[in-house]
Nanobody, 110 residues
Framework: VQLQASGGGLVQAGGSLRLSCAISRRIFTFDVTGWFRQAPEKQRELVAVVTSGGRPTYGGSVKGRFTISRDTANNTVFLQMNSLKPEDTAVYYC?????WGKGTQVTVSS
């Protein structure tokens, strides 16, 4: 299974970014798909995931600012990130079931 994440970059605080994760297998074959992140010298943490039935779960620090969505026809998961803060700076990883994609760097400048 291949997961290809894209959309990271450098943005100023208060700005927005949209991450995409293209998955090489039908998205409904995974119980959960979504996003995690890891900042330097910190543990990897949940950002947002969505079940095969479409129910989302968000990490506490991103609730109300980030939105996870899916394009089930194209097996792609998105993460819309609004009102970005410097503390959102991290490498963002896509996950589908037990599979991880390579990360994409998100840097938020103050």
């Amino acid at each position: 299974v291949q997961l290809q994440a894209s959309g990271g970059g450098l943005v100023q605080a208060g700005g927005s970014l949209r991450l995409s994760c293209a998955i090489s297998r039908r998205i409904f074959t995974f119980d959960v798909t979504g996003w995690f992140r890891q900042a330097p010298e910190k543990q990897r943490e949940l950002v947002a995931v969505v079940t095969s039935g479409g129910r989302p779960t968000y990490g506490g620090s991103v609730k109300g600012r980030f939105t996870i969505s899916r394009d089930t026809a194209n097996n792609t998961v998105f993460l819309q990130m609004n009102s970005l803060k410097p503390e959102d700076t991290a490498v963002y990883y896509c996950k589908a079931g037990y599979y991880w994609g390579k990360g994409t760097q998100v840097t938020v400048s103050s």
